[in-house]
Nanobody, 124 residues
Framework: QVQLVESGGGLVQAEGSLRLSCAAS????????MGWFRQAPGKEREFVAA????????SYADSVKGRFTISRDNAKNTVYLQMNSLKPEDTAVYYC?????????????????WGQGTQVTVSS
């Protein structure tokens, strides 16, 4: 059974940093796309970032470009999200997602597996 487990969320002040991790088990995702989404209270889930199988190709939402970095360690079957210069509007539950294919886009329907989410709260 495939599981994605996020960690690294928490409370941080504005302009601070956090690094989220997502460890996959049950199968490897070396060549498949993996990504991060987030959902703030009262809002739709939105795309944050995604990376190709070997992390050679990445994409980001405009709202996080230049501040967030997605990376992968296929030896650990883990994807990371380094978040710098955090803003209060980044407050949300962050979800890890993995695809059965090479898909690494912004459409949540392209992903087949989801983690339970980790809360990130940025105070002003």
């Amino acid at each position: 059974q495939v599981q994605l487990v996020e960690s690294g969320g928490g409370l941080v002040q504005a302009e601070g940093s956090l690094r989220l991790s997502c460890a996959a088990s049950g199968r490897t995702f070396s060549t498949q796309g993996m990504g991060w989404f987030r959902q703030a209270p009262g809002k739709e889930r939105e795309f944050v970032a995604a990376a190709s199988g070997y992390g050679t190709s990445t994409s980001y939402a405009d709202s996080v470009k230049g501040r967030f970095t997605i990376s992968r360690d296929n030896a650990k079957n883990t994807v990371y999200l380094q978040m710098n210069s955090l803003k209060p509007e980044d407050t949300a539950v962050y979800y890890c997602a993995a695809a059965n294919t090479y898909y690494r886009g912004s459409d949540s329907n392209g992903y087949n597996y989801w983690g339970q989410g980790t809360q990130v709260t940025v105070s002003s």
